[in-house]
């Protein structure tokens, strides 16, 4: 028991709420005392009243960080609409009916990961680090590679305006520059059904073999971009 000090073993009254939510109300109302009839206001020393909701599932159901869950068939069910979060899967499950395997043997190995590395590049004026104000972004090279695999399965390059041919991978070219961020940023939205990386990375550094023709044209500005960073 947490935060229990005693030199021996004593009785323990577990409570179990409905809401985590519940959890400091009571512990406050604990604390205080709570009248009682004939015995005046007696008050009790809450114990791992102060551990996460979130902490005291993965004790209670023996989860450890990473670890493989299953869920068995039949006892779950997949939200169709109102997801919440970027996974691909949604589901509602009995919490006790989470199956946690422990990390050995054939449950030690890591999940398949999608990590989506990137690099964006600004057309930046000599001497000067690129403001989104003022510099236009001109390409967003993305890689993509699944966690144990050697070869990535996604060679993207996004550029504005015309680009050279790139061998193995693929390009896309805009003519705006509004036109090429919401390609970058929507595929990878809550809305969009395309495939989301587990992990995203920043890119190391640039992508060599991209020659965007681009011209300093007004049109091509996007407004109200000064919160993107060039980077």
């Known amino acids: 028991m947490f935060g229990y000090h005693g030199h021996g073993p004593s009785p323990f009254l577990r409570i179990t709420l409905a809401l985590p939510r519940l959890v400091a109300p009571a512990r406050r109302l604990l604390e205080q005392g709570v009248r009682v009839v004939g015995l005046g206001t007696p ?15 993965m004790v209670d159901a023996d989860i450890v960080g990473c670890n493989w869950l299953e869920l068995p068939a039949g006892k779950y069910v997949l939200r169709p609409e109102g997801k919440t979060t970027l996974c691909q899967l949604e589901v509602d499950v009995l919490w006790s009916d989470v199956v946690s395997h422990p990390p050995e043997g054939q449950w030690q190995r890591i999940a398949p990961l999608r990590v989506l590395s990137f690099d964006i590049e600004c057309a930046g004026r000599k001497g000067i680090f ?37 061998l193995g991978a693929q390009v896309q070219s805009y003519e705006r520059e509004e036109e090429l961020l919401q390609v970058a940023v929507v595929p990878w939205s809550p809305r969009s059904t395309a495939p989301r990386p587990g992990l995203h990375t920043p890119g190391a550094g640039p992508i060599s073999g991209l020659s965007p023709a681009w011209s300093p044209d007004p049109e091509t500005r996007v407004p109200g971009l000064s919160q993107l960073p060039p980077r």
């Not at 008050?43 to 599932?57: G, H, K, L």
């Not at 403001?131 to 090279?141: G, H, L, N, S, T």
């Open 130 to 166: 690129p403001e989104p104000e003022q510099d236009p972004v001109i390409q967003i090279c993305s890689l993509g590679l699944r966690w144990g695999e050697q070869e990535p399965f996604l060679r993207l390059a996004l550029t504005l305006r015309s680009c050279a041919p790139i």
């Open 43 to 57: 008050s009790f020393a809450p114990y791992e009243a102060n551990v996460d909701f979130e902490i005291r599932f």
